[in-house]
Structures are given as structure tokens and as C-alpha cells.
């Protein structure tokens, strides 16, 4: 963890943008190439990483020098490997900081930490979202206005199978009628987690300033408050003198005589 910079890691699985021209043409760089570009400010220390590199680019050595994980992915969530996925619910266990974006909802590291199916209902025709700040007192709502409009974005519908203990900051309305929890929080061991929905790959929400303003407040307030092992487990000697105990689960009948 760093003393100064915040450390952030922008992972993103990087297919769509090589394989459709149309995204290819929003994000020439990737989404993840874009963000890094949008993001950049002096106290982060922004790099990237991707599905294709050697150990998806998450190795362990790159995860202990990252405070705050942001996470897209949709077409291969069933092509990261599981060990990967261990391996980054422990950094967060320990206090690292996941940004989980869009469809990322389904991803296996957002399932396992969020602990539900996440799953949602949808549909892509481009339709207005309307998003309304529902915790404007939350440091990730700093400066985002009480609504602001999407023009055009996927639909995301409720019931959102999402954890019990989320703390919402953002709903949606859509124009078909819809409403979703569309940015909430968890802590999971020692680490925060928030998850955003807008970001549908063929539109360009990413370039929107409210929702780049989300994705900044939101990765300042993701940096690690503590980072150290959890859970640290050890067999502690008693501070108190612990009295003899006469009883035998014999004489209370619990465990029948011989
Ligand atoms: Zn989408």
C-alpha cells in the first residue's frame, strides 16, 4: 500500500473493443485504456491489466502493490481462472479496495464476494436511464447531482440478486419502466467494494462527467483503510486464569455411561 499515491489497477477481460467495430470506435484503447486516460490525476498510480496476459495480469506480486482493483468484464467471466479469483477475494479479505463495473455483476470474483447469483433482468435497446443519488451524503455522491440522464444505455432491471448487507448510493430509472439498485456498497473482510452499473460497452457512458465523476470519488474512497492478512487465525493463551472445570458430560447424561 502506498504512503502517498493511491495504487489502482484497471482490469478489464478486453474483447469486445477487439472484436466489434463499433466499440472498437468508443475505445480504440479499451475501456480499460480510456478509463486509465479519464482517471489519470496526480495522487493515483494507474496501470492496467487484461484477460491475456500471463496470470490475466493479476499476479501476486501486482495485487499486493494494488490499493483499489476496478473490474470489467461480460463475455469471459467463465475464462478467469479460479485461482486468479482466489487469489483477488484474498487481497480484498485483507483490505484492497473493488470497483466492480456493469456487467461485471455476473463476473466470478463480484459472485463470490457478493455471496448471491447477481443476477438481474435486461435488455439492449438503448434506452434513457435516469439515475438518482439516494445517499448524497456518501463520499462516492460527492459533487453528482440528486439525477442525471444516460441517453442511451442498457437496461438493468430489478430484482437484482444482491446481497443483504448493500448500502445503496445510486437507483435507476429506465425508460421502459425498470428500476435498479445501481450503485451500492459492501465490505467484505477488510476490503470496501462498490459496484456501478452504467457502462454498457457499445454506448458511451464512460465518457459521461457524472459518471466519471462516480468512478473517481469512488476509487479515493476504496483505498485500503487497513491492509493486513485476514483472517489472521492463532490459538491465543488466555489473559484470565481459566478455572478447573469438574463436570463430565457423562454425569449430565449427555454422553451415556459405558
Ligand atoms: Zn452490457
Known sequence: M?????NVTIWNEFIHEKEEASVKELYPKGIHGYLAEALASPDLDIRTATLDEPEHGLTQEVLDNTDVLLWWGHAAHDKVDDAIVR????????????LVMHSAHMSKIFCALNGTSGKLHWREVGERERLWTVDPAHPIAAGVPEHFELPYEEMYGEP????????????????????????FTLQRGFGR??????????FPT??????????????RWLKPVVDIPYPKTHMPESLEIISEKSFSFSKVGI????
Do not use: C, T
Request: glycine share 10%.
Open 2 to 6: 502506498s504512503d502517498s499515491k493511491i
Open 87 to 98: 487469489r483477488v477475494q484474498q487481497r480484498v479479505w485483507d483490505g484492497m479496495g473493488l
Open 160 to 183: 437484482f440478486m444482491i446481497a443483504g448487507d448493500a448500502r445503496l448510493i445510486f437507483i435507476s430509472w429506465f425508460e421502459g419502466g425498470e428500476v435498479f439498485r445501481s450503485g
Open 193 to 202: 467494494i462498490f459496484y456501478f452499473r452504467p457502462g454498457h460497452e457499445a
Open 206 to 219: 464512460y465518457y459521461n462527467e457524472n459518471v466519471q465523476k462516480v468512478l473517481a470519488n469512488a476509487v
Open 255 to 258: 454422553i451415556k455411561p459405558e
